[in-house]
């Protein structure tokens, strides 16, 4: 078959049927609005978009591929403690709806970063705040090309290079052509193509292992129940408290510091339809989180005795959800296809939200007020932003196929992203909540955030501290051999909400921890700290801002 021995005509069809149907949807809102040539229809599609597309276009924004892979991943090998991540996110919903919506929303900008040169009127403020999410955007866009594409072509025999190549492709088309409608209706799409397939793979392995019962039996056995880690100590990788801290910038990351994001909340009639869907968010967001955290936990019921890493038959942890729908369901004809479309379907959602962020802020906050742009017709500047689309999609591509030949300093690349965000959510929150901080408060605080969060950053790395030590893997029922493993690496990389590989994670606490060892659920949270704390005392010093 065309993607491989693994794939039936079946497997084909259903996701082929997918890149036709995303495609077709960017065709069609191409079509609709060719009339429209604003680009407040191309980047917010005129504000009037349905509310209810809306919201599942900000599930599939925040929800990846490496999601799916990775919360899966991290069941399996660490247990569940990160489950209560779900606790923080409430929290960091209501900062979302009470914070930055009633304070940004109004402002009828379409770059949130034109908010900090309102705010400081710093130019160049504004222009340092675009420079940290085209970065962010960037690694993100090129790892979630590359690592799901890579994990999947075990399964389906398609080359990584051709995933990477035809994922980009097809996202850069649909969002060149149909601007945000296109995105947001191919999310909606995306979204429900996501939900049912990792649940009906959910369903049909937990129904092999005896049920829903027997599962979290077989998980309690071997380990991987935790919920109430109450160890007060900062470099415990999870307990209760890290994994609550991480849940509210998780959400604080991915719903009010994000272009995309905020494209979504703007392109709504209201600010209330806005507060409303934000509430709505957890709904939807944590259905999917239960989803993808089962999913896991049935991986290991499925493998309790024989754990297909341990014992070689998968190269990296992040594989072992795609081993387990060819190894149990391939007789299943469709299933396979089934699944590997809902994978991409998180690559497409993604992508497309990210590509057409960057083109937006790229022509917001750099060409817009150009001398050479300033005087351009509405259909002109249209013109410019698809041609940025397409452009970003090309960068897309050109980092997917560089990522693979990063090795683990592609982990790197992504914890430096996360050291941008937290700096960059300090900034907001100083503009928005510390009416005393002053322009030259804010730009050192920011800059100082950041080079200390990408100081830890570094020296995590350098002393060795990217790969976390699982929980007990058994591989007593593979052939007759009765010896187990604790496996102490993990080679694969993972993304957002938290995925396993990618977490900064340490070595086992001892007499010599220091600032290196804290663990990564507080990274972001340090980075809006130490930007808060020193833009105040800055600020203080140099004559408190008389906004």
């Not at 991290?74 to 009633?102: A, D, H, K, W």
């Not at 510390?434 to 800059?447: E, I, L, M, Q, S």
């Amino acid at each position: 078959m065309l993607l491989g021995w693994n794939f039936t005509v079946a497997d084909d069809a259903i996701f082929f049927l997918l890149l036709v149907i995303s495609l077709g949807i960017g065709v069609y809102s191409a079509f609709k609005t060719r009339g429209n040539t604003s680009t407040l229809e191309y980047l917010l599609g005129s504000r009037d978009l349905s509310p209810m597309a809306v919201f599942l276009s900000l599930l599939g924004g925040v929800v990846s591929a490496i999601a799916i892979l990775g919360n899966a991943t991290e069941m399996y090998f660490y247990g569940t403690q990160l489950c209560m991540s779900m606790m923080g996110n409430i929290f960091g919903i209501l900062i979302v709806r009470n914070v930055f919506l009633p304070v940004l929303y109004p402002l009828h900008i379409v770059s949130m970063n034109e908010y900090i040169e309102l705010r400081f009127s710093s130019p160049g403020l504004r222009k340092l705040a675009m420079g940290c999410q085209l970065v962010s955007s960037f690694f993100y866009m090129g790892i979630c090309l590359y690592v799901p594409s890579m994990t999947l072509s075990s399964v389906t025999g398609l080359p990584t290079w051709t995933s990477v190549i035809c994922m980009g492709s097809i996202f850069t088309f649909y969002i060149t052509i149909g601007g945000a409608r296109a995105v947001v209706y191919t999310d909606v799409v995306q979204t429900i193509m996501m939900f049912g397939g990792v649940l009906l793979v959910t369903v049909m392995c937990c129904s092999q292992v005896g049920g829903i019962e027997r599962v979290v039996e077989l998980a309690r056995e071997g380990g991987r129940i935790e919920f109430f880690n109450f160890d007060p100590s900062p470099f415990v990788r999870h307990t209760f408290w890290s994994t609550n801290v991480l849940g509210i910038y998780v959400i604080v990351s991915m719903l009010a510091l994000n272009q995309s994001q905020f494209q979504r909340f703007c392109s709504l009639k209201s600010l209330d339809i806005a507060k409303t869907l934000c509430m709505l968010f957890p709904v939807g967001f944590f259905l999917l989180l239960v989803i993808f955290y089962l999913s896991g936990l049935v991986a290991y019921a499925t493998y309790a005795d024989c754990d297909p890493f341990t014992s070689g038959k998968i190269e990296k942890p992040d594989m072992i959800l795609p081993y387990l729908v060819t190894n149990r369901l391939s007789n299943y004809a469709g299933l396979s296809g089934f699944f590997v479309a809902a994978v991409y379907s998180g690559v497409l959602s993604t992508l497309s939200s990210q590509g057409s962020a960057i083109a937006c802020i790229v022509w917001e906050d750099l060409l817009k007020n150009r001398p050479y742009f300033h005087h351009f017709t509405d259909k002109q500047a249209t013109n410019v932003i698809k041609i940025l689309s397409g452009v970003t999609g090309v960068a897309a591509i050109a980092l997917g196929m560089l990522v693979g030949h990063l090795g683990t300093i592609f982990m790197v690349a992504y914890s430096i992203m996360s050291a941008l965000k937290g700096p960059l959510g300090g900034l907001f929150l100083a503009g928005i909540c510390t009416p005393w901080v002053n322009r030259k408060g804010a730009a050192v605080g920011f800059v100082a955030s950041f080079m200390i969060n990408v100081w830890l950053i570094i020296g995590k790395f350098l002393r060795g501290g990217g790969n976390p030590t699982t929980l007990p893997l058994s591989v007593s029922g593979c052939d007759g051999n009765s010896e187990t493993f604790q496996n102490a690496t993990s080679s694969g990389i993972d993304l957002m909400p938290v995925p396993p590989s990618s977490n900064i994670a340490f070595p086992p606490i001892g007499k010599h921890n220091n600032l290196y060892d804290i663990s990564y659920c507080y990274s972001g949270f340090i980075g809006i700290i130490l930007t808060l704390v020193i833009s105040s005392f800055v600020s203080v010093c140099t004559g408190i801002s008389s906004r």
